[in-house]
């Protein structure tokens, strides 16, 4: 039962990735994904969000209108479409599914991708 981050790579500012969170061993479809970044010597932060109930989105000001959470459910994925990178976009990116159950909060964590935007 795990969370398995993808798509991390090197880019060049201005780029273009796309990250995936696929999960095995449950299904993604009751849990709300958040993605969540560490640039080196920072503390983690919260970027994106979707619901799992509605599929309402949510994003940090700082990616606003340059980054896409979507979900597949067939697919058992989210995904984080990332457009016009910033070097301050360099980070370890995670991603993170929490379910509520009555008082049972389950929740994941990803391993990580690492995303270098540098020319």
């Known amino acids: 039962v795990q969370l398995q981050a993808s798509g991390g790579g090197l880019v060049q500012p201005g780029g273009s990735l796309r990250l995936s969170c696929a999960a095995s061993?449950?299904?993604?479809?009751?849990?709300?994904i958040g993605w969540f970044r560490q640039a080196p010597g920072k503390e983690r932060e919260w970027v994106s969000f979707i619901s799992s109930s509605d599929g309402r989105t949510y994003y940090a000001d700082s990616v606003k209108g340059r980054f896409t959470i979507s979900r597949d459910n067939a697919r058992n994925t989210v995904y984080l479409q990332m457009n016009s990178l910033k070097p301050e976009d360099t980070a370890v990116y995670y991603c993170n599914g929490v379910m509520w159950v009555a008082t049972l909060r389950y929740e994941y964590w990803g391993q990580g991708t690492l995303v270098t935007v540098s020319s």
């Open positions: 061993g449950f299904t993604l479809d009751y849990y709300a």
